[in-house]
């Protein structure tokens, strides 16, 4: 039995392979947390890391993109395999042109999760922009799905498995932990 939704959600999916993500506010709760050293902290949700590693057992790309530079996020990157990271970046769009061609990718093939206006250059342009539940209302306006839970909160595994379930893919993992 198939809904509207469903076909709609697979539409969509079908040609996605790479999913690009923002870090503050998409994969944490958009905080940053400095110690009495100076030395900054995220709280990164482990049901997303789960998700990506699945999204990259699938055999898809998963990359970050990111404004600020932190030495956690690398850490995080390095944990989960994601090789596709560009930290420090002051204009995003120009960094996601930079990946899709060592990906040998095109918009088409992407998915874009943000929460900010820093994000708004890259979702304009990919296949599937993606909002975190949170995000500030000119995203959630630009975004053609919005997750229920907001960034830092398992929002980047939300997308992950609704990916995963329109290709037909999540019960694989459901079944074959």
């Known amino acids: 039995m198939f809904s509207d939704d469903l076909r709609s959600d ?20 958009g905080r940053v947390i400095y110690d009495n050293s100076g030395v900054e902290t995220k709280c990164f949700h482990i049901r997303d890391g789960l998700g990506i590693k699945l999204w990259q057992r699938a ?13 956690v996020v690398r850490t995080r990157a390095a944990e989960l395999g994601v090789r596709v990271v560009r930290q420090g970046v002051p204009e995003k769009w120009s960094a996601a ?7 040998e990718a ?23 922009p993606v909002a975190v539940a949170d995000a500030s209302e ?13 960034g830092g909160h398992g929002a980047v595994r939300e997308l992950i498995e609704r990916l995963l379930k329109a290709k037909s893919q999540w019960e694989d993992f459901v079944n074959n932990p």
Not at 14 to 19: A, E, F, L, N, T
Not at 97 to 103: A, H
């Open 97 to 103: 042109i930079e990946i899709l061609q060592s990906l």
């Open 59 to 71: 055999g898809y790309q998963f990359g970050i993109i990111t404004s600020r530079t932190s030495e």
């Open 138 to 150: 000119d995203v959630r306006r630009a975004a053609r799905w919005t997750t229920r839970l907001p």
């Open 106 to 128: 095109t918009p088409e093939e992407v998915c874009y999760i943000g929460d900010d206006l820093p994000d708004l250059a890259v979702m304009r342009r990919v296949a599937l």
């Open 10 to 29: 697979q539409s969509l999916a079908g040609p996605i392979r790479v999913i690009l993500s923002d870090v503050d506010g998409v994969l944490t709760d």
